[in-house]
């Protein structure tokens, strides 16, 4: 069990910056003004690492999510930001990534104090990631273009054909609480370059960093109404924006359930969807790696942004003859590196869950899994403090049936078991519903290959575990999503194609 105190330090001041944030009056931002809320309703946003209430957000009703639907759609058809020549919505993509960067380490304490995150994680990856993904996709602006084709069943020269890329038109964007602005980033930056309008609507547990974007937004001179940030409950403004008549494509990252939800009350319209949903990603370790290095890369893989990313390495799969070595690798770093911490504190690694809720919940699953005959190496309970903390658990004994093994957990809750062979672990491994991310570790190139073929995955990892960039696709298999994001997948899941044929 862990070794340190389990008396969790109180939060850290805040700076002004962050104070003043704090201090906005609720409100959306809708065709380039700031717009209070017709009803007066209000969320309250929460520190997890504290569990104080240190401001409030505007909830939106259902006449501002018709506002900023309005305002995206006149921005759209009238031509004011598709009608701009590329190189000029380029530019202007770029300097958003200009002011996000000039204002970095603001961005990374608001998203510490809203999510519970470090906030020295946040600076380090969360922020440079958004920064790059956004100067990313600013170049596509520039090089989207369709192609011309021959028609194949017409005699040569009689029929030019060609095939133009369009923007898909408004956008309905719903991003998650566990990277706020990332995520937000992941939607925005390729609507932009495609020349769609949007209405973003960041999580209710985590809106800061996207009112912030809005100011960035403003300040960098893009047209009223091609971005708006509607905040507000899933239940409410999410829902209607996913039922919105005039909204031509949603795109969404979170839970399953809620993506199945969506996906379905998108069907109606026949509305363009992108889902990156849940995961139950396997982290596979076989028996010729340097086991140090491995137990510090699978404890990160799990224990990072406190277990609460959708890749998170939550079942690991380690050979027999190494098993034992690798746990106790594993449970020395939980140990020793992956203390709980407020997020503002320098040396924290392991921040609070989001919500009260989540911490519950994951629990929850600890003691589930307890009750139905796991093991637990280290961790399985919650140290004492006002925030929203659990420290890292790993869990053994385990076997398939168990809801630790089976479901998502979204905590830092590692559950581990042991493998002979590759053709076992690798029906393990896809024995999910999910297929987003895994893991494998090992010195034999010829067997990363073979088993990476083999693991029906979105995204498979030799040697490191959620390691994201923007030029390559993001998705999953199965249940973990529809589509691509990043890359020119995720571009243009922005478009429609239009096929051109002129007799001549």
């Known amino acids: 069990m862990n070794q340190w105190s389990n008396i ?14 704090l201090a906005r009056r609720p409100a959306h931002f809708i065709d380039g003004e700031w717009v209070l809320s017709d009803s007066g309703k209000t969320l309250d946003v929460i520190d997890p690492s504290s569990g104080k209430v240190v401001g409030q957000i505007a909830d939106a009703s259902e006449a501002e999510v018709n506002r900023a639907v309005a305002a995206a759609r006149r921005a759209f058809d009238d031509g004011r930001w598709t009608g701009l020549p590329p190189m000029v919505r380029e530019r202007l993509i770029h300097r958003l990534a200009d002011l996000i960067e000039a204002h970095a380490g603001e961005f990374a304490e608001l998203e510490a104090i809203d999510n519970g995150k470090p906030a020295s994680a946040a600076k380090a990856m969360d922020i440079p990631a958004s920064i790059n993904l956004i100067r990313y996709m600013a170049g596509w602006a520039t090089k989207l273009g369709g192609e011309m084709i021959d028609p194949c069943a017409m005699p040569n020269g009689t029929y030019h054909a060609y095939v133009r890329r369009e923007p898909v038109g408004v956008a309905a964007q719903i991003v998650p609480w ?12 390729p609507a932009l370059a495609a020349g769609c309008t949007l209405i973003l609507k960041p999580a209710e547990q985590t809106s800061l960093t996207a009112l912030r974007l809005a100011d960035m937004v403003a300040q960098a001179g893009f047209p009223a109404g091609v971005v708006n940030v509607v905040t507000g409950l899933g239940r409410g403004a999410g829902d209607q924006l996913v039922r919105h008549p005039d909204v031509d494509k949603v795109a969404f990252t979170g839970s399953t359930e809620t993506g199945k939800m969506i996906n379905r009350s998108a069907t109606d319209t026949l509305k363009r969807v992108t889902l990156e949903l849940g995961g139950k990603s396997p982290v596979i370790v076989l028996p010729d790696v ?6 510090l890369g699978a404890a990160g893989a799990i224990f990072f942004n406190s277990g609460q990313i959708c890749v998170a390495g939550s079942r690991l799969y380690a050979h027999r003859s190494i098993f034992d070595k690798l746990m106790e690798g594993v449970v020395a770093a939980a140990d020793n590196l992956w203390r709980p911490g407020p997020s503002l504190a320098p040396e924290t690694r392991l921040g609070p869950l989001v919500s009260h809720q989540q911490r519950d919940r994951v629990m929850g699953y600890i003691e589930a899994g307890k009750k139905e005959g796991a093991s637990v190496l280290t961790g399985g309970d919650a140290p004492s403090a006002n925030g929203y903390y659990v420290n890292p658990t790993v869990m053994v004994d385990v076997n398939p049936t168990m809801s630790v093994v089976r479901e998502e957990i979204f905590g830092p809750v590692l559950v581990a078991q042991r493998y002979d062979d590759l053709d076992e672990v690798a029906r393990a491994a896809n024995d999910t519903p999910y297929g987003l991310g895994a893991s494998i570790w090992t010195r034999d190139v010829g067997q990363m290959h073979s088993l990476a073929a083999r693991i029906k995955s979105g995204t498979v990892w030799g040697n490191c575990h959620a390691v994201i960039d923007p030029a390559l696709p993001f998705g999953g298999y199965k249940e973990s999503g529809l589509g691509r994001e990043q890359a020119r997948a995720g571009l243009e899941a922005y478009t429609e194609q239009k096929t051109v044929i002129i007799a001549l």
């Open 8 to 21: 969790v330090p109180e939060q850290i001041r805040y700076s002004d910056a962050a104070l003043q944030a």
């Open 178 to 189: 566990n990277f706020p602005l990332l995520m937000a980033a992941m939607k925005i930056a």
């Open 290 to 295: 340097d086991v140090g290095a491995a137990a």
